[in-house]
């Protein structure tokens, strides 16, 4: 029954998101340089079986498939645009080049993962779609990955440990101290490990990798388990690669949450060399910026603003003309919200905020 009502319920969304961003194409009639900006936010591009997906978090892939459908599925709807070309008309004053009466839409892409030149690029330009990546510029081209997926990697190793493991003291220590009851049985299931991530984003990111690194290190000696990541991060030489399809944004050097427990100087520093390291390996600096997790302090959107001509975050809907360049909504996809058609635009059509 309830799989029942989601559909109906989806159906429904779906009619009324084909409406809406039908109207919202042809709001900017009257004033040509008004016009309104759907932004889709997507991280991982994995096929399902892949092995990669055994450590992710959900809701932070989609499947090729999944990827090619919904650009299908778009295609007649809206005006795929790069970002940073809308973003420049919208700050000189000009229409976008082109118009032709729908929607404008960009695509982009957050943290720089491998499978985004494996399996992303492909669709993109079969489909002739342009695109921007945002990177952590600390990770590419390094065996490096971002805490969350270590600690659910950390999850289903400990679940094969026994209760006298240093590291599995370490992590049920950790996780008790974000509020979450540690459960052995529960430590491969993902439900489990999204609750445990979520809860850990109360410390800061350097008491994470901190935790990670030292229990890393006590699984090394104590267990015959073998704890080497598969490369799952962008290396310079694809950057590069895929720069034809792709621009480059910047997301920080190591994906720090530029909250209020950000130091100044550290939001300074991780801003800098994003915009350094980027421009050094690829010729030119990163006009767009991407807040990590969606966080931002009054110290680091003026800091932000100072450095970059428009800014990316994790918050829904769809960007009217007088919404700030340096708060750019987007709605985030992922596989098991949005595998159809229908339910691809339902949740366009709930992300917008029109539900």
Known sequence: MKALLKNIRDTYQARAARRLLGRMGGEAKGDATAQPLLILMYHRVLPEQDERLAFEEPGMYVTPETLDMQLRTLQPLVRFVELAQWVRARREGRPLEGGDGRLCCAVTFDDGWLDNYEFALPVLRQH??????????????????????????????????????????????????????????????????????????????A??????????????????????????????HQVSAMTPTFDVGAHTVNHLRL????????????????????????GSPPALFCYPNGDVSDYARTAVEQRFAAAVTTGNGINQANDSLFALKRIGLHEDASNTPEAFLAKLYRGAGAS
């Open 207 to 236: 008491q994470i990798y901190q935790f990670l690194d030292d229990t890393f290190a006590h699984l090394k000696q104590d267990s015959e388990l073998s704890v080497n990541t598969a490369e799952e991060m962008l290396d310079w």
């Open 128 to 205: 002739d779609v342009p695109a921007t990546i945002f990177l952590a510029t600390g990770f590419i081209g390094t065996g490096r990955t971002f805490w969350p997926e270590q600690l659910n990697r950390l999850l289903k190793l400990a679940a094969a440990l026994g209760p006298d493991s240093r590291a599995k003291g370490s992590l049920e220590h950790f996780i008790s101290s974000a509020g979450i009851k540690p459960d052995s049985s529960r430590y491969a299931n993902k439900e489990y490990a999204a609750e445990v991530i979520a809860a850990c984003k109360q410390f800061t990111d």
């Open 259 to 282: 909250n209020e427990a950000a130091n100044p100087a550290d939001v300074d520093a991780e801003l800098d060399g994003c915009i350094e390291a980027i421009h050094s390996h690829l």
